[in-house]
């Protein structure tokens, strides 16, 4: 079942005629002469049932809403354009919006790729693109929308790694919140096209660690970290230790021999490296 625009005219002119009909109907039956008074009243309850047709068929339609037309049971179109409007009569007319409307999904407790625990939630922004696949495809596309989105979110927190450890270019739901977002937003959209729903955004407004592993996941981020600092420094110190040695022999002639490069590597790695203030040592030697 497709969308489809209903026959519709300004339904001003409808409600001037059908006030009318009944102004002259009600005339008509209560004025005449006698012997013509049967006919005149015919005319008139004629004119008064016209003019019930015609308001019957008037509806109102507002600023970003549609109404949906049934003929006893059997879908017939739907009106978009925003006023007043004559129309089938004798038709069901439900209203439907077609404003932007967004969800708040619940924080979901999932498993991500790797079977870790995380929390994560989204919110969902979409609007309605087919009335007549909304109204009648899904029971209640509101909560058809709630319920898609959980089952989305869930699916696609388990497609990827909450966290990559690794100096690799892998997407983790934590790294990459964009691509995640649009894997949602698509995934999102297959499920909600029977439901005449467009999916317009999505991102995530919540991404944690389960309680029962946030404390060690954070211990295993913190050393990480620690690790990669270490790293950096001992780069920077085996630099500086090689330069120190370079201009020492550079501006004093002196060749130094191996044992005393290696007590100077050694002193130098020990103080830039360590974490507290190291105390110098003065070396005296016996002279003879």
Known sequence: MKEKQVFHINGYVGLVLAILFVLIGGWLGWSGATHDRFIQILIGALLIIIAGFGASSLTIVGPNEARVLTFFGKYIGTIRDSGLFMTVPLTNKFSISLRVRNFNSAILKVNDLRGNPVEIAAVIVFKVVDTSMALFAVDDYEQFVEIQSESAIRHVASEYPYDTFDDDEQITLRSHPTEVSDRLTSELQERLQVAGVEIVETRLTHLAYATEIASAMLQRQQSTAILSAR?????????????????????????????????????????IISEKGSQPVISTSEVK
Request: charged fraction near 30%.
């Open 231 to 271: 790293k950096v420094i001992v780069e920077g110190a085996v630099s500086i230790t090689e330069e120190a040695i370079k201009r020492i022999e550079h501006d004093t002639g002196m060749r130094l021999s191996d044992d005393k490069k290696l007590q100077l590597i050694n002193n130098m790695m020990v103080t």
